[in-house]
């Protein structure tokens, strides 16, 4: 039982390059989400999936493109990568019993934009 | 939107202390509460969770309580290690499927 896991772990983009963030999770969970986490910023929602085939957006979306592709897997895309997207990225799925919802989180994603 | 803060940023304390970090949100119309552990260059570790129509939730050294009319939560940590230095970060989630965020509380834990 891997939990939730990303690829790649580092990253270093020129400014306009595209790339892709792969999650997955083995813990048959419904919703998914991909947070950034800034210095003083705390962690931000970009976007998340309550199930399969839906996808809705969080606090900080701009610039950044999902799929949920299926139950396990919820990647994220940066179509035109700036450096104000230079950040840590955490994939992260959750655990719901009624009213009870417990977030487990990846390992995170390093993306340096030059 | 809610916002979530925790008070004090960082900490510093001598082994074997008893500690309390602190979190505040503004709107008390939470499902849940989570604490969670980030070690450096790491993901975050979920420690305790307290439902809304709880009180409190203990693990171990960990208590966490939760006073939702006053939009605060507390983590007390008894006898305080080394091994405890780590961020601590709370975050609540009400509707909508979105959890918000503290900045965390860096803890350093000195033998």
């Known amino acids: 039982n891997a939990g939730v896991t990303q690829t790649p772990k580092f990253q270093v983009l020129k400014t306009g390059q595209s790339m892709t963030l792969q999650c997955a999770q083995d813990?048959?969970?419904?919703?998914m989400y991909w947070y950034r986490q800034d210095p003083g910023m705390g962690l931000r929602l970009i976007y998340y999936s309550a199930s399969e085939g839906t996808t809705d957006k969080g606090e900080v979306p701009n610039g950044y493109n999902v799929s949920r592709l299926n139950k396990r897997e919820f990647s994220l895309r940066l179509e035109s990568a700036a450096p104000s997207q230079t950040s840590v990225y955490f994939c992260?799925?959750?655990?719901?019993?009624?009213?009870?919802?417990?977030?487990?989180f990846g390992p995170g994603t390093r993306l340096l934009v030059l | 939107k809610q916002e979530v803060t925790q008070i004090p940023a960082a900490l510093s304390v001598p082994e074997g202390e008893n500690l309390v970090l602190n979190c505040s949100f503004t709107?008390?119309?939470?499902?849940?509460l989570q604490w969670f552990r980030q070690d450096p260059g790491k993901g975050l570790t979920s420690l305790l969770l307290i439902q809304s129509s709880q009180r409190e939730q203990t693990s171990g050294r960990l208590n966490a309580s939760l006073d939702k009319s006053s939009g605060r939560s507390t983590l007390y940590i008894a006898a305080s290690q080394p091994g405890d230095s780590a961020t601590y970060l709370c975050a609540v989630s009400g509707t909508g499927n979105q959890f918000y965020f503290g900045t965390g509380t860096s803890l350093t834990v000195i033998p």
């Open positions: 709107d008390s119309a939470i499902y849940n």
């Open positions: 992260a799925s959750s655990e719901i019993r009624g009213q009870r919802e417990t977030q487990y």
């Open positions: 813990m048959n969970h419904n919703s």
